[in-house]
């Protein structure tokens, strides 16, 4: 029977990197992965495959609408989605590949197969009608999530698809229609429309990314719907009609009322995603459970059974990769006896469409609700030189700053490379920065970030572009 110091179930971003972390701290580790490929979701059917096709979207649709006005001419390009699914899967493969070197580098023990908790340092790892058993003195949860399903509406994985189907369509669809308008559906969303798809989103709330700063929704709305996206807000679907020639979706207002019927080629479900807890055994060993299936942790990341704890999308808190991540490292820390920790109030977001929206700290909402008094901070990209001249000008920077210490509670960017600028800000508050540090530290020029000083300028009401 092996005997390892740690056991992480999963080898997601958050796996992987715990038990990265874990060896590096002098553990003897173990992974266990059911799936034929290191790197769960994000690695596999998530984040990476489908940044590779917004990638490559975006560069269609630059060479058909974008090349000419800059004295670039070529012909009209043609769509080879066979070769765009093949730049996908070589991204995907580099990644799973780079996983496993890191495994092999920190001597880590892939176990393939499906891990059951027996209890108390003992872990079940199933695969091919076989079994066993090995003892660790700690175990991590980091089996990650699953896609959310709805009521009545079966997922094929063909016509009516997950985020995993629409990463490998084998047509460009005429009509999809995207149920959910959170990050995921705005993304595959603009994958299939740049390629040439009709795209309609509904969505039961009454307005698009829930949960973001409702001014940067409002206006990347209003940019989307300029793209060709068409919106149905405050609807629900209740049910899919299939036939041969359509897809048949009925739509409710989500208030009640009369419904109608839509066509589609495809229907992407994208409500959200579930804790993924199947057959863990968790019950059984005595792990416990919140309402809504997340294991329940303190604030050391540990479970209700000792010596067994969770991270990443299995525990409470937004589900990201980078989230994930930073709590491996964390727990990895705690086991070996540091003091491992993670600054939730500093983690942020990104949607990845052109332009791209990203958000770290509060939102507006968030301080009105908590009855914090602040001031804003707003620049545009019209006024920024850098955007001017690439004539991508979509979009601002938003900056919440505290109206009596000046401190940085939130930034929300909308614009191009939104996701790479969104870290100066991330930092900046990491450390209890102001507005004023900001404002008072040189930028390059001419850069898009530029206006994020420009917008930290603003919140002391001296801007200099505008």
């Known amino acids: ?41 994000c690695l596999n059917v998530g984040c990476m495959p489908s940044k590779a096709l917004l990638h490559a979207s975006e560069m269609f649709e630059e060479a058909a609408h974008s090349f000419a006005k800059m ?11 066979p070769a765009m699914m093949n730049f996908k899967q070589q991204g995907i493969d580099g990644n799973v590949k780079g996983v496993e070197f ?33 003892e660790t003195k700690n175990i991590v949860i980091a089996t990650g ?26 047509k460009v669809p005429g009509r999809i229609l995207v149920i959910g308008a959170g990050v995921i559906g705005l993304e595959l969303g603009s994958v299939w429309r740049r390629l040439g798809s009709e795209v309609m989103v509904v969505e039961f709330l009454d307005r698009i990314l829930p949960g973001m700063d409702g001014e940067i929704a409002k206006q990347f709305q209003r940019i989307l719907e300029k793209q060709g996206f068409a919106f149905k807000l405050g609807s629900k679907v209740t049910g899919v ?13 989500a208030a009640g009322g009369a419904a109608e019927t839509i066509e589609a080629d495809v229907v992407l479900v994208c409500i959200g995603r579930v804790p993924y807890t199947d057959g863990l055994g968790l019950k059984e060993a005595g792990v416990a459970l919140d309402a809504r299936g997340r294991v329940q942790i303190d604030p050391h990341f540990a479970t209700s059974l000792k010596g067994v704890y969770a991270i990443g999308d299995v525990v ?41 929206v990203s958000s770290v700290g509060k939102t507006e909402e968030e301080l009105k609700q908590a009855g914090i008094a602040y001031t804003v901070g707003k ?30 509670l939130g930034v929300h960017i909308i614009g191009r490379e939104a996701g790479e600028m969104i870290h100066e800000a991330a930092v900046l508050m990491e450390f209890g920065g102001s507005a004023e540090d900001l404002a008072r530290t040189c930028h390059a020029h001419p850069t898009r970030s530029e206006a994020i000083k420009e917008a930290a300028l603003a919140v002391g009401k001296r801007a200099i572009h505008m």
């Open 1 to 41: 029977m092996a005997t390892y110091d740690l056991v992480v179930i999963g080898t997601g971003p958050g796996g992987y990197v715990c038990a990265v972390r874990a060896s590096q701290l002098g553990m003897k580790v173990a992974v266990v992965e059911k799936n034929a490929t290191l790197g769960g979701t």
């Open 71 to 81: 004295g670039v001419s070529v012909s009209a390009p043609k769509l080879d989605l």
């Open 102 to 134: 890191l495994m092999k580098k920190n001597k880590i023990d892939v176990l393939k197969g499906t891990g059951k908790i027996l209890g108390t340092g003992k872990v079940e790892v199933s695969a091919d009608g076989k079994s066993q058993v090995v």
């Open 145 to 170: 999530s699953d896609i959310a399903r709805l009521k009545g509406i079966e997922i094929d994985e063909k016509r009516i698809v997950s985020s995993t189907g629409a990463l490998s369509l084998e």
């Open 241 to 253: 009609e299939v036939n041969s020639k359509a897809l048949l979706a009925k739509i409710e207002p």
């Open 316 to 356: 409470a808190g937004p589900m990201l990769a980078h989230k994930a991540e930073d709590e491996g490292v964390a727990v990895a820390e705690i086991i070996a006896g540091q003091a491992g920790h993670v600054n939730y109030d500093v983690i942020p977001g990104v949607v990845y469409t052109t332009p791209e």
């Open 379 to 408: 620049f545009p990209f019209t006024a920024n030189g850098r955007s001017k001249v690439n004539q991508t000008t979509d979009g601002f920077v938003k900056i919440l700053a505290d109206a009596k210490t000046d401190r940085v």
